[in-house]
Every structure is written in structure tokens, then in C-alpha cells.
């Protein structure tokens, strides 16, 4: 049996510790955007929660989004009371959340960022998150997700 990539298995702790409810399912590794996924888990497009890092005057700012959504940056940067964001670099990513670009979970990070949440995603019984490796997803539901990260419900289109 192949051995659990360790920013799943770390995902998997945080969740417990948090006290999450929800099944990781590990995907094809061929499953790298939310259509893809969503196919693959056989759910709406709309129920992936695709966590968007972004940089804010240098430091980062999430956005769990719908992956039925664009993140209209100028009106989420007025939102949060930012003056500008802009999609965080490959190193920004790495450096707050202790993943990589596609398997950015909403949790596990290691310190604190500033998270916000796409209220559209409430229209989904269940919702799917990345956790912790581009090919490693977790259920959840939108009240859940809110608790998990304490983030702060916003529009983003």
C-alpha cells in the first residue's frame, strides 16, 4: 500500500483537531480545475470550494470560492478593505499555507490567514474542498467550512 503524501495526512490532523466531519477522497491525479472535479466526485461544479490565495500589499488573503464563480478582485478588495489583490505567486502560496498552487486547503496553514467565504457556496447540501494536495478533496458542508476557518462570508461577483 503506497504511503499517504504527508500534507494530506497533516490535513487530515488539522481537520480532526478542528473537529471536521467530512470524508477526504483522493482523486485521479488527472483532476486539476473544478469541472474536472467535479466530474470526478460526480457533484455541481458550483459545490467545489476552490480556495484562491491572493496578495494584499504583501500579505495573503484567501478566498474559498464556488468554482462556479470568478472572484471579481476589485469588488472583494473593496469588500475586505484592501487596496488592491492580486493572485499570489507559486512562493507567496507555498509560504502561507504550506501547500502547493491546486491543493490548497482552507485549514492547516502555518499561521493564521485571513480567510473569506463565498456565500453562494450555501446552496450546496455538501460541499468539496481541497485538502492539502492537488489530488486530495474533503466534504463538507458550508456551515462546517465557516467553522472550520472562521472565515468571513462575502460576495465575490
Sequence with gaps: MATEHPSITHFREEHARRGGTGDVVILPDSVHTAALAAEALGCEVGAIANSLLF?????????????AHRVDTGKVAATVGVPRLRRASAELVRAAT?????????????????TYLDRWLQ???????????????FST?????????GATEIDVE
Excluded: K
Aim: net charge negative; proline share 13%.
Design 123 to 137: 446552496q450546496h447540501p455538501v460541499v468539496w474542498a481541497a485538502a492539502g494536495h492537488p489530488a486530495a478533496v
Design 141 to 149: 458542508t458550508y456551515d462546517e467550512l465557516r467553522a472550520l476557518t
Design 55 to 67: 496578495e494584499a500589499d504583501g500579505n495573503p488573503v484567501l478566498v474559498l470560492t464556488s468554482g
Design 98 to 114: 504550506g501547500q502547493v498552487i491546486g491543493g490548497v486547503s482552507p485549514i492547516g496553514h502555518p499561521t493564521p490567514v485571513p
